[in-house]
């Protein structure tokens, strides 16, 4: 039997921190309606990328650090990251070989199905925020993705990680 060693946790554990800072840096409102979903960005990156260390139980993890650091209802992005874990690991075989144009509306339908899911859970505790407003970020993260999807993977092969 052949073990399999893993390599680079901290690289991924670093990403991840990186994109909850981007999550959480003060931005003028204009540019807070368009910030893109980093950290569900980097998971469905990792997801895609390494689906037998990153999965449902990391998105579970991030959305619970980001619930703290913004202050929300707990498990409210904890739930929308794992739902968008759980389908990245189901599509990543799919998703993977898309040029990166078709990955990005993928990565579309995967933040809005998130933002909707945060967005029943904030309708269900009496906010109910403007949803073509709320659903902007969807648009900037899916024409950001091929940058990041970029930056990560050159990150992964420069520091090894499998």
Known sequence: MMQVRHRG???????????LMLDIM????????????????VLIYWCMALPDRVGVGVGWTVGLLLDVMEGTLLGQYALGFAIIAFLTLKLHRRVRVFPLWQQALTIFLLIVLEQ???LWIKGITGQSPNLWLYLLPSVSSTVIWPWVFVILRNTRRRFQVT
Do not use: K, Q
């Not at 946790?9 to 994109?19: D, E, H, K, L």
């Open 116 to 118: 909707l899911l945060v």
């Open 9 to 19: 946790g901290g690289t991924i554990v670093a990403s991840f921190a990186v994109a």
């Open 26 to 41: 003060p931005l003028p409102h204009w540019a807070a309606l368009v910030r893109p979903e980093w950290a569900a960005l």
